[in-house]
Nanobody, 121 residues
Framework: QVQLLESGGGLVQAGESLRLSCAASGSISSIAAVAWYRQAPGKQRELVAA???????RYAASVQGRFTISRNNAENTGYLQMNSLKPEDTAVYYC???????????????WGQGTQVTVSS
């Protein structure tokens, strides 16, 4: 059984920074991709950032230049560094990972439980 555990959310003021972590545990052969999504009240869940196993990244236009996604393959952990936070970044942030539990098998999709990020003006 694979689990994703997020941490690092909280309440900050506009302009401040937060770093989210996503630790994967369980029977893991490899992690193909790691992504962060967010969902604000009354809105659909949206992709914030993603990173492949090779290190290629992509970002939502709204966070480009402010957020940085990274991963530590040896520790099965993903990160989202969020700088210059704005009130519109307020949302529940979810970690998503495509994980192979056995070599040469297709990766399955896993989600964390979510962590609240609140940015006050």
């Amino acid at each position: 059984q694979v689990q994703l555990l997020e941490s690092g959310g909280g309440l900050v003021q506009a302009g401040e920074s937060l770093r989210l972590s996503c630790a994967a545990s369980g029977s893991i052969s490899s992690i193909a991709a790691v992504a962060w999504y967010r969902q604000a009240p009354g809105k659909q869940r949206e992709l914030v950032a993603a990173v492949t196993s090779g290190g290629a990244t992509r970002y939502a236009a709204s966070v480009q230049g402010r957020f940085t996604i990274s991963r530590n393959n040896a520790e099965n952990t993903g990160y989202l560094q969020m700088n210059s936070l704005k009130p519109e970044d307020t949302a529940v942030y979810y970690c998503n990972a495509a994980i192979r539990t056995r070599a040469f098998r297709p990766a399955d999709d896993y989600w964390g439980q979510g962590t609240q990020v609140t940015v006050s003006s």
